[in-house]
């Protein structure tokens, strides 16, 4: 379902006249995605500094180093949750001669950086999971966080994950838990002048999408890709893919993390792995190897040191590819909104059993109509200049990754904009500062997020961020201490577009609570503010949110009392909905209306599905 797209605004800075093309200033070039390796994936636990030495030293004569890779992360089984009396760490000599500050040392000698891991729980993933090792209490860093981050940063470690197995046996609140984490990586750095850039391992437990923005850098957003002894497959890297499609959260140095790479690893061809790592890169995700770098083939080599598939990657933008077009199920389009004018990245994934002719179109990329030039990445070929669009062939369980040069539509300039559609867009604040700052930006009274504004010694720049809008008024507010901002020019990206769907009787929005992508989470009913978990794309007969998760009655249901949840669309007819012309919507399978259950009103209301009754709890509109 494509729908046309047009912005208009009320004034919010004075100067600023409407579709006058004020131009965009230079953007700031944010903190990319970190790129290394990590030892989870093909050593598990069995680790130290032998083998973490090798790992490194292949690294660079691999050619890594010089493509981008700096971090060497070592994970999971370094410490047996080991402490002396006063309450550090202590480590195995003979496993890491010269304490863990030698093999930092040693990653530093080779112009690399070090990563370390601990767990936000008193036990880490080796007590409840030993892999390689025996089961090790003590192993995690509650009630040592500040000590601990200190200690990681007096040792010279630049990184730190921090995993969840106690944490999540214990039953802690994830969000409360990380910013603790959080300051108190901030006040070891403010005792050691080191930074330490912390990873939140939470596997996407209570969205961290939501909160993790301003708590870190990156955040996994999902179960692990592989556990280990596994093989790799294209379909598990397509569901931690699927899974870290959070656009309005990944800005300013902000980023989703879909888990490390598999690229390399035993079970995936060559051609899938470079199918997974271009959905890696037009998602601006973090680009750390889990192969062994040691016995890895030269094929392996150049998929991982391909410089355009990481420029794509490491754009200075730093935007999160979209999913702007799906003509048949499975023929998905993603589009990424690249530094500079009218450049994106174009990921054209075939996730069926068939070769399929793909389409790009640059109305859904939000590019004019005009001639763009198009190049095919992996084959290292420009491909020509096309007017609209650009056709090519895919073959199945494959993908085409391409740059697009055209010219940007349209944008609107202000805080206030007006939209015919409900769906995303790109916002760009222009601003100067002296120092870094920081500030909080929500849409419509939406989830905020908090926006980086890096320093711009004090020239006009700018720095962007996906949002959500919905049909109608839309209001992006700026609160916190941002610098002065002169303008916000918004361009939509058509190929989003989808709709808002409106309970009659509580004039209350069909919402995905907290903004989860849980299989079983029951539709409610809630204040319209236009976000992804309210945005419902008509497709194929089914409102789909999120990308790939379906409106659906659960289990089959077929009656009165089905709770209507959302789940990975499937085509099945329990997730199949006609929407009437008499404002209701009925499932395919029961044949049943979609109701606001005891026909309540308020914020919360549980959708289900019940006998068409005519009734205004059974009434919807879209816009």
Same mark, same amino acid.
């Given at each position: 379902?494509?729908?046309?797209?047009?912005?208009?605004?009320?004034?919010?800075?004075?100067?600023?006249?409407?579709?006058?093309?004020?131009?965009?200033?230079?953007?700031?070039?944010?903190p990319?995605?970190?790129?290394?390796? &990590?030892?989870?994936?093909?050593?598990?636990?069995?680790?130290?500094?032998?083998?973490?030495k090798?790992?490194?030293?292949?690294l660079?004569?691999?050619?890594?180093?010089?493509?981008?890779?700096s971090?060497?992360n070592?994970?999971?089984?370094?410490?047996?949750?080991?402490?002396?009396?006063?309450?550090?760490?202590?480590?195995?000599?003979?496993?890491?001669?010269?304490?863990?500050?030698?093999?930092?040392?040693?990653?530093?000698?080779?112009?690399?950086?070090?990563?370390?891991?601990?767990?936000?729980?008193?036990?880490?993933?080796?007590?409840y999971?030993?892999?390689?090792?025996?089961?090790?209490?003590?192993?995690?860093?509650?009630?040592?966080?500040?000590?601990?981050?200190?200690?990681?940063?007096?040792?010279?470690?630049d990184?730190?994950?921090v995993?969840?197995?106690?944490?999540?046996?214990?039953?802690?609140?994830?969000?409360?838990?990380?910013?603790?984490?959080s300051?108190?990586?901030?006040?070891?750095?403010?005792?050691?002048?080191?930074?330490?850039?912390?990873?939140?391992?939470?596997?996407?437990?209570?969205?961290?999408?939501?909160?993790?923005?301003?708590? &870190?850098?990156?955040?996994?957003?999902?179960?692990?890709?592989?556990?280990?002894?596994?093989?790799?497959?294209l379909?598990?890297?397509?569901?931690?893919?699927d899974?870290?499609?959070?656009?309005?959260?990944?800005?300013?140095?902000?980023?989703?993390?879909?888990?490390?790479?598999?690229?390399?690893?035993?079970?995936l061809?060559?051609?899938?792995?470079?199918?997974?790592f271009?959905?890696?890169?037009?998602?601006?995700?973090?680009?750390?190897?889990g192969?062994n770098?040691?016995?890895?083939?030269?094929?392996?080599?150049?998929i991982?040191?391909?410089?355009?598939?990481?420029?794509?990657?490491?754009?200075?933008?730093?935007?999160?590819?979209?999913?702007?077009?799906?003509?048949?199920?499975?023929?998905?389009?993603?589009?990424?909104?690249?530094?500079?004018?009218?450049?994106?990245?174009?990921?054209?994934?075939?996730?069926?059993?068939?070769?399929?002719?793909?389409?790009a179109?640059?109305?859904?990329?939000?590019?004019?109509?005009?001639?763009?030039?198009?190049?095919?990445?992996?084959?290292?070929?420009?491909?020509?200049?096309?007017?609209?669009?650009?056709?090519v062939?895919?073959?199945?369980?494959?993908?085409?990754?391409?740059?697009?040069?055209?010219?940007?539509?349209?944008?609107?300039?202000?805080?206030?904009?007006?939209?015919?559609?409900?769906?995303? &867009?790109?916002?760009?604040?222009?601003?100067?500062?002296?120092?870094?700052? &920081?500030?909080?930006?929500?849409?419509?009274?939406?989830?905020?997020?908090?926006?980086?504004?890096?320093?711009t010694?004090?020239?006009?720049?700018?720095?962007?961020?996906?949002?959500?809008?919905?049909?109608?008024?839309?209001?992006?507010k700026?609160?916190g201490?941002?610098?002065p901002?002169?303008?916000?020019?918004?361009l939509?990206l058509?190929?989003?577009?989808?709709?808002?769907?409106?309970?009659?009787?509580?004039?209350?929005?069909?919402?995905?609570?907290?903004?989860s992508?849980?299989?079983?989470?029951?539709?409610?009913?809630?204040?319209?503010?236009?976000?992804?978990?309210?945005?419902?794309?008509?497709?194929?007969?089914?409102?789909?949110?999120?990308?790939?998760?379906?409106?659906?009655?659960?289990?089959?249901?077929?009656?009165?009392?089905?709770?209507?949840?959302?789940?990975?669309?499937?085509?099945?007819?329990?997730?199949?909905?006609?929407?009437?012309?008499?404002?209701?919507?009925?499932?395919?399978?029961?044949?049943?209306?979609?109701?606001?259950?005891?026909?309540?009103?308020?914020?919360?209301?549980?959708?289900?599905?019940w006998?068409?009754?005519?009734?205004?709890?059974?009434?919807w509109?879209?816009?």
């Amino acid at each position: 379902m494509k729908l046309r797209w047009l912005l208009s605004v009320v004034l919010a800075f004075a100067g600023v006249v409407p579709g006058a093309g004020v131009a965009v200033a230079a953007e700031v070039a944010v903190p990319p995605p970190v790129m290394g390796w &990590a030892s989870w994936n093909t050593f598990a636990a069995k680790i130290d500094y032998s083998v973490i030495k090798a790992q490194a030293d292949a690294l660079v004569s691999a050619g890594l180093k010089d493509a981008g890779y700096s971090y060497v992360n070592i994970d999971e089984g370094w410490w047996q949750g080991t402490r002396d009396s006063a309450g550090n760490i202590t480590v195995d000599p003979a496993e890491w001669p010269g304490g863990m500050s030698a093999i930092a040392d040693y990653l530093h000698e080779l112009g690399l950086k070090a990563g370390i891991y601990t767990d936000a729980g008193r036990d880490g993933c080796g007590y409840y999971y030993p892999t390689g090792r025996p089961a090790a209490p003590g192993s995690g860093s509650e009630g040592h966080y500040l000590q601990d981050m200190l200690q990681f940063q007096r040792w010279g470690f630049d990184f730190v994950k921090v995993d969840w197995c106690g944490g999540d046996a214990e039953g802690l609140d994830p969000a409360s838990t990380y910013r603790a984490i959080s300051d108190a990586n901030r006040a070891a750095t403010a005792q050691t002048g080191r930074a330490l850039a912390l990873s939140i391992c939470d596997w996407g437990k209570k969205n961290p999408w939501n909160w993790g923005p301003g708590t &870190a850098p990156m955040w996994r957003t999902g179960t692990d890709i592989i556990y280990y002894g596994q093989s790799a497959t294209l379909p598990q890297a397509l569901t931690s893919f699927d899974q870290a499609q959070h656009p309005v959260s990944q800005h300013t140095g902000y980023v989703n993390d879909p888990d490390m790479l598999t690229v390399g690893m035993p079970g995936l061809s060559a051609a899938q792995g470079r199918t997974e790592f271009g959905m890696w890169a037009v998602s601006g995700a973090p680009l750390l190897a889990g192969n062994n770098l040691a016995t890895m083939s030269a094929e392996t080599a150049n998929i991982l040191k391909n410089r355009e598939v990481i420029a794509v990657d490491q754009d200075s933008r730093g935007l999160q590819g979209v999913k702007v077009a799906e003509d048949a199920a499975g023929l998905q389009v993603y589009g990424k909104v690249l530094s500079g004018t009218g450049k994106r990245a174009v990921l054209l994934l075939n996730r069926t059993s068939s070769a399929a002719t793909m389409t790009a179109r640059w109305a859904d990329l939000g590019l004019t109509p005009a001639a763009a030039r198009v190049r095919n990445l992996w084959a290292a070929a420009d491909k020509g200049s096309y007017s609209t669009g650009y056709r090519v062939s895919v073959p199945a369980g494959d993908s085409v990754l391409l740059t697009v040069e055209g010219t940007d539509a349209a944008a609107a300039h202000g805080t206030t904009v007006t939209a015919a559609a409900t769906g995303l &867009a790109v916002a760009t604040f222009t601003y100067s500062a002296t120092t870094a700052q &920081a500030a909080t930006l929500a849409v419509n009274g939406q989830q905020p997020t908090a926006l980086a504004f890096p320093a711009t010694g004090g020239a006009a720049k700018s720095v962007s961020a996906v949002v959500s809008l919905g049909k109608g008024t839309n209001t992006l507010k700026l609160t916190g201490a941002p610098p002065p901002v002169t303008d916000v020019a918004v361009l939509p990206l058509p190929g989003t577009a989808g709709v808002q769907v409106v309970g009659t009787q509580s004039g209350r929005c069909l919402d995905v609570n907290d903004n989860s992508i849980a299989n079983g989470v029951q539709a409610q009913l809630w204040d319209c503010a236009a976000g992804p978990n309210q945005t419902w794309a008509p497709v194929r007969g089914q409102l789909v949110v999120n990308g790939t998760k379906c409106l659906d009655a659960y289990n089959n249901g077929t009656a009165n009392g089905t709770a209507v949840v959302i789940w990975d669309c499937n085509g099945q007819r329990n997730q199949q909905w006609t929407l009437n012309a008499n404002g209701t919507v009925t499932n395919a399978l029961s044949g049943l209306c979609l109701d606001a259950s005891g026909a309540a009103t308020a914020n919360g209301t549980k959708i289900i599905l019940w006998a068409c009754g005519g009734g205004a709890n059974q009434q919807w509109t879209r816009r």
